[in-house]
């Protein structure tokens, strides 16, 4: 069966400190993989996703930015946090035949 | 970018009563997809209902689809308490790989 890692579960960083979360999935081959983030009692904001390694596609610029080393890996990463870089990171794999996607338990930053 | 719009935004009913939520979107669309999200968590999946479809229904869920009115909504039946959780819709756009999220209605049940 198919498993979504995504670490660390909550992080509080310092303004100006470098990020870098990551997703793996397991029991899948070339998923599309997906970074969103979410504000207090708001919607998922697309941030990044991926059809392939190498290969990202960028939403909204900012930032942050994406890597996808391996087939089932995907980095989200930062060289210098903002304030404003604080909510709560999720990360979700599809098949690439597309359709329901699956979920990690997310990521809450706090930068201060 | 958000394409999904849900309404209302809140909404909290007795148990047992039924609840509706609302989702409209912009762009032409491979499927719409519903999800719900307890506090602090990932996003489950609940239902997927593919643009040639009108109707779907999945245990206590009803999802319809007019895809001239770029609309959605998803109606649970006999609601429980058990039912409180956010609720969001998504667009899988057509031609594109990415899956894009409305806003969410927040639903509580009260007991």
């Known amino acids: 069966s198919q498993t979504i890692h995504q670490w660390p579960a909550t992080l509080v960083q310092p303004v100006g400190s470098p990020l870098s979360l990551e997703c793996t999935v397991e029991?899948?081959?070339?998923?599309?993989l997906y970074w969103y983030r979410q504000a207090a009692g708001r919607g998922l904001q697309l941030l990044f996703y991926?059809?392939?390694?190498?290969?990202i596609s960028s939403e909204v610029p900012q930032n942050l930015s994406a890597s996808r080393p391996q087939d089932r890996q995907f980095i989200l990463s930062s060289k210098k946090l903002l304030l404003s870089d604080s909510g709560f990171y999720l990360c979700?794999?599809?098949?690439?035949?597309?359709?329901?996607?699956?979920f990690g338990q997310g990521t809450r930053l706090t930068v201060v | 970018s958000q394409q999904g719009e849900e309404d209302p935004q809140a909404l909290s009913i007795q148990e047992g009563e039924n609840a509706t939520m609302n989702c409209s979107y912009k762009t032409s669309i491979n499927n719409l997809q519903w999800y719900r999200q307890n506090s602090g968590r990932g996003l489950v999946h609940l239902i997927l209902?593919?643009?040639?479809?009108r109707e779907k229904h999945s245990g206590r869920l009803r999802v319809t689809l007019d895809t001239s009115k770029k609309s959605s909504s998803l109606l649970i039946t006999a609601s429980r308490a058990a039912d409180t959780a956010s609720y969001f819709c998504a667009t899988d756009t057509l031609g594109a790989q990415k899956l894009v999220f409305g806003q969410g209605t927040r639903l509580t049940i009260n007991p």
């Open positions: 209902i593919r643009s040639n479809e």
């Open positions: 991926s059809i392939g390694i190498d290969q």
């Open positions: 029991g899948t081959s070339n998923p599309n």
């Open positions: 979700a794999w599809r098949s690439f035949r597309l359709g329901e996607a699956f």
